[in-house]
């Protein structure tokens, strides 16, 4: 074996790609991580950081409620806190068409041992007495879901891969990936180094793409533009995640710093790659925080900021092998990178060695109907 030789060679630098790598390093796999900048350049690194198994398919809350309990342990994990705090979600409904579809899921998110509870507006009020819930039908609320910071989140995956003596190449553009040559992979960067591998994962993230056409696979994946913004920090009242989910909604939570951070989805989608921010959105996003709580209404904005959702059809992520024998998929996370990100880099882990699961990822798979069923609570 020559020191280009590796048993895994992964593509991107996200959560996707890093937790991955991490996985497979403590299962004694070589590995070598390449990132065409730095780590979290792309979606991880413009996520705010909220997590959450409220979901509305089997699969989706299975992953989601072991990713939640491997941020828990991440402090023990690592031996540093990445601020993990359960602040809990609060979903919002403000017609009976979405109350119904918040009771029609309970039952399934409860039958998986996900305490979510049904809230009343009088209900919500006595928890949140700050929220104006006008209008409001009703909800959901998960105590358990939470946030992190996804800073502190890669730095402790990224420790512990290069701490076993595994490879990560930051500003390692790839730029071919040839298998002709059986049982292995070349992968060049834009160095014109070349490296060599069994098995290639792609967690390209918003470039997943592109990735997939070196060798010759179109992935339904498509990346779009989401703004986000946040504040100057107050007093820290542990405010939830208040997801709003009329047309014009939105979502925000308060970070451990006080900070209000959140975004909204745009009525008009904005496809590729394209982070540029808008006044649009930093008007009308202070706009719909005040209408749920009022009292905000004169904390100043610090920044803003814009990233790239990579979406699928169906709305749920791409997590399998490929038809090409060591080259597998982990990606189009659809917004959701993030907060499955640790409990898919597992799972990936170990399927690209045991070749199974540990429970039904058909909703995940590579060749799936797309237009089968969608994730509800998107």
């Known amino acids: ?23 497979l390093t403590k299962r004694r796999q070589r590995v070598l991580l390449l990132e065409k900048n730095y ?60 109350k119904q579809s918040f009771l029609n899921i309970l039952s399934l998110q409860n039958s ?37 910071d996804p800073f502190y989140v890669l730095k402790g995956y990224m420790l512990g891969i290069t701490n076993a003596g595994n490879d990560i190449r930051t ?3 790839v730029v071919g990936i040839d298998n002709h040559k059986s049982n292995s992979f070349e992968v060049t960067i834009h160095t014109g180094e070349k490296f060599h591998a069994p098995k290639v994962l792609n967690a390209a993230g918003p470039f997943s793409k592109s990735v997939g056409k070196f060798v010759g696979i179109d992935l339904l994946a498509e ?20 997801v709003d989910y009329r047309p014009d909604g939105c979502y925000f939570i308060q970070r451990k710093t006080g900070q209000i951070i959140g975004c909204y989805t745009p009525e008009v989608q904005v496809p590729g790659n394209d982070m540029k ?28 900021w814009a990233g790239s959702y990579t979406v699928t059809p169906d709305g749920n992520p791409i997590v399998d092998k490929s038809d090409i024998p060591g080259y597998y998929i982990s990606t ?30 058909s909703e995940f798979a590579f060749k799936r109907n797309y237009r089968k069923g969608t994730e509800v609570l998107g």
């Open 112 to 148: 998986l041992g996900l305490g979510v509870k049904f809230v009343t507006p009088e209900d919500i009020k006595r928890k949140f007495n700050y929220i104006n819930v006008n209008g409001v039908l009703g909800g959901t609320f998960c105590p358990t879901d939470g946030q992190a």
């Open 332 to 361: 189009a996370m659809c917004g959701h990178g993030f907060m499955l990100g640790p409990a898919l880099g597992k799972l990936m882990a170990n399927f690209m060695i045991d070749d199974q699961w540990p429970y039904d990822m």
């Open 1 to 23: 074996m020559t020191k280009s030789d590796y048993d895994v060679i992964i593509i991107g630098g996200g959560i996707i790609g890093i937790a991955t790598g991490y996985y």
């Open 277 to 304: 921010s808008t006044f649009e959105f930093l008007t009308e996003m202070p706009r719909r925080i005040i209408r749920l709580i009022p009292t905000l209404e004169s904390v100043a904005i610090l920044r803003q």
């Open 223 to 242: 990346p779009e533009r989401h703004e986000s913004l946040i504040t100057e920090g107050i007093e820290f009242k542990a405010i939830p995640m208040i």
């Open 39 to 98: 780590l979290g350049a792309g979606s991880t690194g413009r996520c705010i950081g909220g997590i959450r198994a409220q979901f509305s398919t089997e699969t989706t809350i299975k992953v989601a409620m072991e990713s939640v309990d491997l941020f828990r342990s991440m402090e023990d994990e690592f031996g540093f806190s990445v601020d993990w705090y359960p602040s809990g979600y609060l979903f919002l409904a403000y017609s009976e068409e979405k």
């Open 171 to 173: 500003h390692a553009e």
